[in-house]
């Protein structure tokens, strides 16, 4: 199963967050928003398809893809999905690496966050480069 979810970069992203990863549908960015990686995001949460979130709620092995096609960057985050997860939230998509889950969740106990990416990739971001998040479940 393959979702792509495209959002774009932002000046403020600041990437910099030591537990977690964002995308969102909002379409303005403080620097407070120091997880978030992609705005204007095409999806939320609630909206991802009913197949991959049944897989996540079995709590299957999930590689989000971050690339910016413009470039030929990416980045791969493993993480697991979680039986906790509500998938309730209009505008977010969360990755964490801790097993805290809310609304917002995509996935738990993830191996990067947003200040393990590599600085070129933001750097591409803050200049507004096209981010496709690409959610993986085999």
């Known amino acids: 199963m393959r979702f792509v979810i495209r959002a774009e970069g932002h000046p403020n992203i600041r990437a910099t967050h ?3 990863l964002e995308i969102t549908k909002e379409s303005n960015l403080t620097p407070k928003g120091d ?5 204007n995001a095409e999806f939320g949460i609630s909206e991802i398809p009913q197949e991959i979130k049944g897989s996540l709620l079995l709590q299957k092995t999930v590689t989000i893809t971050l690339e910016l096609p413009e470039y030929g960057l990416r980045e791969e985050i ?3 999905g979680d039986k906790r997860l509500t ?9 964490r ?6 609304g917002r969740t995509l996935a738990v106990r993830a191996n990067k966050a947003a200040i ?4 070129e990739f933001i750097s591409l971001l803050k ?3 096209e981010l ?3 959610i993986e479940i085999e």
């Open 87 to 95: 998938f309730t939230h209009p505008t977010d998509i969360v990755v």
């Open 78 to 80: 493993e993480a697991l």
């Open 116 to 119: 393990n990416l590599d600085r």
């Open 127 to 129: 200049d507004k480069a």
């Open 97 to 102: 690496k801790s097993n805290f889950v809310c």
């Open 132 to 134: 496709l998040f690409i």
């Open 18 to 20: 030591k537990s977690t």
């Open 35 to 39: 997880c978030i990686v992609g705005i």
